[in-house]
Structures are given as C-alpha cells and as structure tokens.
C-alpha cells in the first residue's frame, strides 16, 4: 500500500507498507506490517530504474531517514530507485519495544521474538520485491548486519536478487558463537589501546570515573544505576571512524568538581540507552545461532579474560556485547528481562544459511571487508568470501566499519567490483 509522496531537496520519497505474516510459516496468523522509504531523484521519477534495497545494521536497526542526497545514496541515486527498509520490529514496521512488548506474559515475548531473525526479513522482502517493486530481481545493499541478511537472502531466495553488496557484513557461516565473541574482545583491546595511544589521559580518565562509581551510589538523568559495566559499556562506539573522539570527547566533560557532571551523566544515559533499538539487544546472540543455545555467549568468553573485570584496572571498555546486566538496570530491556533469559536458553533457532546453495551461487556479490573491523571479524569474512560462490572480495585498512556511511567512494568500487569492472 502507498501511503504518500515528499518532495525534499534532491530526492522524491514514497512510502509504502505492506502486511506480513508474523510467522510466514504460520501465513494465516496474526499479521505484522512492514514499511519501507522508496526513493529516487526526481528528474528521474518516471524512468524505469533498477532497483537497490538497503538492509540497515542491527539486529533491530531501522533504516536510515533521508534529509538529502549526500553519501551513499546519492551514489545509488544515480543509477537506482532506492528502497530504505524498516526491518521487521524496527521504527515503522510493527515495533518491538518495551511498550509494545510489556504487557504480554515472557514466555509470549519469547516466542513472538524468535520471528524476527533474518530468515523473516528475507521474506519480507520478497513480498516488498513483488508488491512494490513489480516482482523483479533487485540489488541488496548490506550494511553490516544487513550483509548478514543479504546471505541469509543467497540461502532462501536468490531469485529475487540481481547482484549483493556488502559492507562490513559478511558474517561466519558456522562457527560457534563464542569463537565470534573472543575474535571481536581481541579487536577491541587493540582499539582501545589505539584510543590510548592517541590520548593517553583517557586510560587515567576512565579509571578515576570507575573508582567513583564502585565507591558511589550515581544515578544517571534517567534515574538508572550508573554503574562500571556501565560505563564499560562506552566502548561500543570505539569500531567507528569517529568513535575513538567520541568517547575522549565524552570522557574530557566527565567532572564537575569533586561529581560527576551533568553533561557526561546524560550523554553516557544517551550513548548506553538502547531505546532506538531494543531488539539488537534481546536478539544479538541469535544471529550466530543453529540448533544451539547461545547461553550467554559474551558474557561467558568475558568471564575466561579477568581483564575485562569491572574491578580490574586500568580498566577495559567492553564492546559488543549484550550481558546479563543490562536487562537489571537499563529501563528499555527491564520489561523484556525473562523473555531474555528464554532466548538465551533456547535451542529451536533454525539454520539461516544454506552451505550447500551458498557454495553454488551464481549471483554477483562485491563485499567490502574492513581488516581491523571491530565488529565482524575480518578472518571470518574472508573465509566466508572463499565459501560462496561469485564473491569478490575487497580486503581494506582505509576504513573502519561504518565505511559505507563515511565515503561513497565505498559503494562506488563495490558496484564496479559486481560488475566485473574493478
């Protein structure tokens, strides 16, 4: 279904929803919606274009809102009509969150949660490809968890797909989720030691807000304990380009006198809130998982590496990496604790990659893998890159994981790379 039509400066935005089975093995039960931007150049708006979806980072990111056509999608916009996807459970399409999900028994929680892995949004958008976008094979653009979709999307429906592109995202295909977790605790000690290195007060910074904390009953703005794995939990942002500044900038206005400033108290509330994006939390370890639990997998390699102590100084960000905690004391994912604790525990997750067709594959697929990625392992993406057919691999240090949003020259290479003209 259309729902309007925006005219902005350079771009002309549709939106569209469609219904989707909640379980699309269950097609007569409960219905979902799913919503989606398309968006072309204007001079461009009766022209018959190719099509490109965009598949978000996450689990649980919504797409993003176009303002303009800078970056990436005014690459995209000189060749395609662009479909920004609200994955399922995110920003238009049917949210889940705390106020959607709280009043339901855990147990219901649970189940409802298991119907929002990639193998779902794969077939979402296959009623997408035929309601909006007259049933013709597409190009999917994956940013990092995006890409692991996109392979998802390879295993279930490779039909519907005219080329992929991945950035950042080309995931392990079957490595236990504790191998993912110690790969990535490893990036971050060497990019926490980077952020060091460049400012060396941070490491002194972080220690003395972590002693005040561990003596110190603080509240963020919120009214949430602020506690260490709190503020451990900065170390997120650090695998972004600007993610090293962002927490120094953070740390620099930590202080007002002998407390803890207004300033820093609520920029830590908005930076460790998880009220855009719930489901990444509830749903993060899933993504690994076949026929297993993932039983807490971060937060058990945390416990085999004493460094990551909260107690242990100088102190190590985390990175990430959805623990236990989080579901005690931060108010987005309190409602959803027992739920949390179901989903650790259950071993019903179906496979979401198809070795065998994967190994097979004839579409074209450009992925970018970025070496010192933070959050998927470049060592695993390269092994998956010789486990697929058709994929052409780039291996690069000039960027770090958000590459895609912070050059358009990314994209450009890649489409050249499906191409067979790089």
């Known amino acids: 279904m259309r729902l309007g039509t925006h005219l902005l400066p350079g771009l002309l935005v549709t939106e569209h929803e469609v219904a989707v089975p909640l379980d699309h093995g269950d097609p007569g039960g409960e219905q979902i919606t799913v919503y989606a931007r398309e968006v072309v150049a204007p001079r461009k708006r009766d022209q018959d274009l190719p099509w490109l979806v965009y598949l978000a980072g996450g689990p649980g990111g919504r797409a993003p809102r176009p303002t303009g056509r800078g970056g990436w999608l005014g690459r995209a916009l000189a060749e395609f009509r662009v479909l920004l996807l609200d994955q399922r459970g995110t920003g238009r399409s049917t949210p889940q969150t705390r106020q959607s999900l709280g009043g339901l028994p855990a147990a219901e929680q649970a189940r409802r949660l298991t119907h929002f892995r990639a193998d779902s949004i794969v077939r979402d958008c296959e009623v997408l490809r035929r309601e909006v976008a007259g049933g013709l094979p597409w190009t999917v653009l994956g940013q990092s968890f995006g890409g692991f979709v996109s392979m998802t999307y390879l295993s279930l429906a490779p039909e519907g797909l005219d080329q992929v592109v991945v950035t950042g995202g080309l995931p392990p295909l079957d490595r236990p989720v504790e191998d993912v977790y110690r790969a990535t605790a ?3 000690r060497d990019r926490w030691a980077r952020a060091v290195d460049r400012y060396p007060e941070d490491a002194g910074r972080l220690d003395r807000v972590a002693d005040h904390l561990a003596g110190t009953d603080v509240r963020l703005p919120t009214g949430e304990p602020f506690t260490v794995p709190r503020l451990q939990q900065l170390g997120l942002a650090l695998g972004y380009s600007d993610g090293i500044e962002r927490l120094h900038y953070l740390l620099e206005t930590a202080w007002a006198g002998g407390e803890l400033s207004d300033e820093f108290l609520e920029g830590v509330a908005a930076a460790t809130s998880f009220v855009e994006r719930p489901l990444y939390a ?45 579901f005690e004391e931060v108010d987005a994912l309190a409602p959803l604790r027992e739920a949390a604790e179901i989903l650790a525990a259950y071993e019903g997750w179906p496979a979401l990659y198809d070795l065998p ?19 998927v392992e470049s060592a695993f993406s390269l092994e998956t890159a010789e486990r697929v057919g058709n994929v052409r691999a780039w ?13 358009a020259r990314v994209l450009d290479r890649l489409l050249d790379l499906a191409a067979g003209e790089a």
């Not at 067709?357 to 959050?375: I, K, Q, S």
């Open 186 to 188: 490893g990036r971050l």
């Open 357 to 375: 067709r994967l190994a097979a594959n004839t579409v074209p697929v450009a992925a970018a893998v970025y070496h010192d990625d933070m959050y």
């Open 282 to 326: 509830v749903l993060h370890e899933s993504i690994y998982c076949a026929g297993t639990a993932s039983r807490w997998a971060a937060g058990r390699v945390l416990d085999e590496q004493p460094e990551h102590s909260p107690k242990a100084r100088p102190l190590l960000p985390t990175g990430e990496m959805i623990l236990p905690w989080m």
């Open 395 to 407: 291996l690069t240090n000039e960027y770090s994981h958000d590459g895609l949003r912070s050059d």
